[in-house]
T-cell receptor, first 114, second 111 residues
Framework: DQQVKQNSPSLSVQEGRISILNCDYT??????FLWYKKYPAEGPTFLIS?????DKNEDGRFTVFLNKSAKHLSLHIVPSQPGDSAVYFC?????????????FGSGTQLTVLP | EAGVAQSPRYKIIEKRQSVAFWCNPI?????LYWYQQILGQGPKLLIQ????????DSQLPKDRFSAERLKGVDSTLKIQPAKLEDSAVYLC?????????FGPGTRLTVT
């Protein structure tokens, strides 16, 4: 049973436009959510996170929105750049403490077209 | 700050052979994770260490997989004997006070 789902395997967006990546989760105990970006032949790198006490977190061109009632989060990238082309993984964790285990979605391949 | 190092980067073996992967975490990071990422899926946790102790190995197929983290620094993950379905990228991650940092992974192909 997939607890974190990314239903869109791929997304193509024109450079300069907004990219919106979506993620759904089923475990109501999840209280911390993250997005990781992965380039080919590299490990995932942390991008942005959000705690369940917030509904929005912004870092430069990247904004994550959390809708707890819908168990849904999204990542907005504005404006999109060709260098943003990568696989984006949504991840979630529960509990306290800094060393929390992450449950990952299956990823969305974002392609930003010049 | 040096990142998480992993070796080898690629490995091809035949089924029933054994293989070992090595991970050197970021200096000072107490927590170390091994993940398996099968093509088209997200990383799946295999084992979590805190210093040199195991926190959680419930997802590790212990009949063929083993892992250790002697002295609470480097770690090795071993598969013996390998099966075709073990073909995947094996990722190591370490964590201090912030988020998890991942190494580049080892791509294993079992033929």
């Amino acid at each position: 049973d997939q607890q974190v789902k990314q239903n869109s395997p791929s997304l193509s967006v024109q450079e300069g436009r907004i990219s919106i990546l979506n993620c759904d989760y089923t475990n109501s105990m999840f209280d911390y959510f993250l997005w990781y970006k992965k380039y080919p032949a590299e490990g995932p790198t942390f991008l942005i996170s959000i705690s369940s006490i917030k509904d929005k977190n912004e870092d430069g061109r990247f904004t994550v929105f959390l809708n707890k009632s819908a168990k849904h989060l999204s990542l907005h990238i504005v404006p999109s750049q060709p260098g943003d082309s990568a696989v984006y993984f949504c991840a979630a964790s529960e509990g306290t403490g800094s060393a929390r285990q992450l449950t990952f979605g299956s990823g969305t391949q974002l392609t930003v077209l010049p | 700050e040096a990142g998480v190092a992993q070796s080898p980067r690629y490995k091809i073996i035949e089924k029933r052979q054994s293989v070992a992967f090595w991970c050197n975490p970021i200096s000072g990071h107490a927590t170390l994770y091994w993940y398996q990422q099968i093509l088209g899926q997200g990383p799946k946790l295999l084992i979590q260490f805190q210093n040199n102790g195991v926190v959680d190995d419930s997802q590790l197929p212990k009949d063929r997989f083993s892992a250790e983290r002697l002295k609470g620094v480097d770690s090795t993950l071993k598969i013996q004997p390998a099966k075709l379905e073990d073909s995947a990228v094996y990722l190591c991650a370490s964590q201090g006070a912030g988020e998890q940092y991942f190494g580049p992974g080892t791509r294993l192909t079992v033929t």
